[in-house]
């Protein structure tokens, strides 16, 4: 399993700003004060990373329109090219974009798991402290599974690792369909309990993905 390392100790050091200490709190009400602070910073830094990503998408595009790599499949296909790349040759366009793709993965992954460990220091109310346990742990299962996910789609983008006859890669690639489908079936659950959980907390930025940039739904 990756660990974001830096990343994350950043994004837990911005999120230190919102939840600075343990609060005591008393009230389910006031918990939901506590945490809401917490997932709408992440849920604006989340944000910011894909505002981040459209512009250097469209930079990306332009720099390969400029050096003739007019479409996704004469990207995908250079990658080929990658491993007879001499050094100070120019830089293979596949693996800009692989470094840009998976890069927001990292990014928003470290967001979240600084997120839960943010939540973890917030006192639940009481009476709440099993429901509270079982929100986080869930929250940080739902991370898991999409790294999982993410961890299958970036082999199935290792083209150093391609079988060598199109009927192994069909295969190899229909297995790993499989696999990712199954970890969005376990995802789409997940996030049913999420909403389920939270809502009884009253934790409406964390399961609505408001950042306070629109009204939140009560």
């Not at 990306?60 to 479409?71: A, I, R, T």
């Not at 346990?133 to 789609?153: G, H, K, P, Y």
């Not at 082999?155 to 069909?170: A, E, H, I």
């Amino acid at each position: 399993m990756r660990r974001p390392g830096l990343s994350l100790a950043i994004a837990i050091a911005g999120l230190a700003v919102i939840a600075p200490s343990a609060p005591a709190v008393a009230t389910r009400a006031e918990y939901s004060a506590a945490v809401n602070p917490i997932c709408q910073s992440t849920n604006t830094q989340i944000e910011q990373v894909y505002v981040e990503l459209q512009a250097k998408l469209r930079r990306f595009q332009k720099q390969q329109k400029k050096n003739g790599n007019l479409s996704s499949t004469t990207i995908i296909f250079s990658a080929s090219e990658s491993k007879r790349r001499g050094k100070g040759q120019r830089a293979d366009p596949f693996d800009a974009f692989k470094r840009l793709y998976f890069g927001v993965y990292e990014q928003v992954e470290a967001i979240q798991r600084a997120e839960v460990a943010q939540l973890r220091l917030v006192t639940p109310a009481p009476g709440d402290d099993s429901l509270v346990s079982s929100w986080v742990s869930n929250r940080e299962a739902i991370i898991n599974l999409n790294e999982l996910v993410f961890e299958l789609e970036e082999k199935s983008f290792d083209l150093d690792d391609f079988p060598r006859s199109v009927k192994k890669f069909k295969t190899r690639d229909r297995r790993m369909r499989r696999k990712i489908a199954r970890l969005y079936q376990q995802i789409v659950a997940a996030n049913k309990v999420d909403l389920e959980y939270g809502t009884q907390l009253g934790a409406t930025y964390c399961v609505t993905g408001a950042n306070g940039g629109f009204a939140a739904a009560g």
